[in-house]
């Protein structure tokens, strides 16, 4: 009898563990902070009527958590810092520049976020991965760059390793779509279609 109680003890905390790294259209991402490295931030400045990152600002980091990703329709984007990963789901990306969302200024209704595991980089390279990044933020200041260099996002999430994901939640956080690994086209299609739908 103690026996059964024990297995099935540990059968509910299994199967609570593996329902926590679970990410479910209709739910809230699972919570996961990032306290080392985290979310950048920097002083911009507006010009015709979008974030720029100001002249001599220096990036700076501060703690990011999961329950930050409500108040807006959001694309949530994450990859692992190794070469190529990048190009997974660049169709997409190239989709959402083409659609012109409006994210520009601060309080925009919809922005993009980017997750990059330096924790998931080939030994050596995540320093290269966290310059790239980065460089990004200056170049699109408008939107949030999350550096996770403990790859707790990903556990978190139960996404793949070596891989992409692609989340987009609507403003109170719950998950609309989602799509570990390359995107269709027809996929593409969906997402954009979902997000301009809820601005």
């Known amino acids: 009898m103690r026996t059964s109680v024990l ?25 996961v902070v990032v306290e080392k490295r985290g979310q950048m931030v920097f002083d911009y400045e507006i010009e015709d009527g979008k974030m720029v990152f100001k002249e001599n600002s220096e990036i700076e980091y501060r703690k990011w958590s999961s329950a930050e990703l409500t108040g807006r329709v959001r694309t949530v984007y994450h990859l692992a810092a190794r070469t190529g990963t990048d190009d997974i789901n660049k169709a997409y990306i190239d989709a959402l520049v083409a659609a012109d969302m409006p994210e520009y200024l601060p309080d925009s209704p919809y922005k ?5 595991n330096t924790d998931d980089a080939m030994w050596g390279t995540a320093g290269i991965g966290s310059g790239r990044l980065e460089k990004s933020q200056k170049e699109f200041p408008y939107a949030f760059y999350v550096n996770d260099e403990e790859g707790l996002v990903r556990e978190a999430w139960g996404l793949n390793k070596k891989s992409s994901a692609v989340i987009i939640l609507d403003k109170n956080g719950k998950v609309l779509f989602f799509k570990d690994g390359e995107m269709t086209g027809e996929e593409i299609k969906t997402a954009v279609s979902i997000i301009k739908s809820r601005l």
Do not use: D, N
Request: aromatic content about 6%; proline content about 10%; cysteine-free.
């Open 112 to 116: 993009t976020t980017t997750i990059l």
């Open 7 to 31: 297995i099935l003890a540990a059968l509910v905390l299994f199967s609570t563990a593996a329902y926590s790294g679970e990410i479910k259209v209709g739910e809230p991402l699972p919570p």
